[in-house]
């Protein structure tokens, strides 16, 4: 069975500060897709990126990046010089794909709060 | 703009009332998902579907059904509500088999049901 564990339960930091998420995996399939969700106070998820097991390479998005590392499991999520908007709780996601039948079943992680004051 | 729409944002309801959800997606994805999302649990899966008429038990359906008789339509209900089915739900949709995996989902904005 797939798992997703984020150890994080909420992390306050200040303006401007760098702040990491930790997500770690565990699954038996050799093709599986990673996910990072934003969950505003709004309610409503928003996606922000997702990762086949077949790229490792990281990416970065304006002030998010990604780092994705199979030999540890791990798919770690960082903002850069974090804003208030950025105050919100965040899901790591595993999705795996082999045989078709998983009909794109998410897995998702604890969530890790995060909180930005100014 | 591609929407997952979910009737209600704030419910409270009785133990013991049967309790219907409702969930419309405009995006004409085969995949529809119900999950209930508790602090420190993440979100859980209760059931999802693959096509009309079709349904799958998710991680804990326990005191749940579904039915799903027009595509776009994905209805949770609580046959008879209890105490422990307080909880955010969230409603999501996704394209079909093998290409919804690689796409993840589309969500709704959620319904907060309390139970009382």
């Known amino acids: 069975a797939q798992k997703v564990t984020q150890a994080q339960t909420e992390i306050s930091v200040v303006e401007k500060e760098d702040v990491t998420l930790d997500c770690v995996y565990e699954?038996?399939?050799?093709?599986?897709?990673l996910f990072w969700y934003k969950q505003p106070p709004s309610g409503e998820l928003v996606f922000l990126i997702r990762?086949?097991?077949?790229?490792?390479q990281n990416e970065i998005s304006g002030r998010y990046s990604w780092n994705f590392q199979k030999s540890t499991s791990s798919f770690n999520f960082t903002i850069t010089a974090s804003q208030v908007v950025d105050s919100a709780v965040y899901f790591c996601a595993l999705s795996e794909a082999s045989g078709g039948t998983s009909y794109g079943k998410l897995t998702f992680g604890q969530g890790t709060i995060l909180t930005v004051h100014p | 703009d591609v929407k997952v729409t979910q009737s209600s944002r704030y419910l409270v309801k009785r133990t013991g009332e049967k309790v219907f959800l409702e969930c419309v997606q405009d995006?004409?994805?085969?995949?529809m998902f119900w999950y209930r999302q508790d602090p420190g649990l993440g979100l859980r899966l209760i059931y999802f579907?693959?096509?009309?008429?079709?349904?799958e038990k998710g991680d804990i359906p326990e005191g749940y059904s579904v039915s799903r008789e027009k595509k776009e339509r994905f209805s949770l209900i609580l046959e008879s509500a209890s105490t422990n089915q307080t909880s955010m739900y969230l409603c999501a949709s996704s394209l079909g088999e093998g290409t919804g995996a690689a796409y993840g989902y589309t969500f709704g904005s959620g319904t907060r049901l309390t139970v009382v």
């Open positions: 995006m004409d994805h085969e995949n």
């Open positions: 699954t038996r399939d050799t093709t599986y897709y």
């Open positions: 579907s693959y096509d009309v008429k079709m349904k």
């Open positions: 990762r086949n097991s077949f790229d490792e």
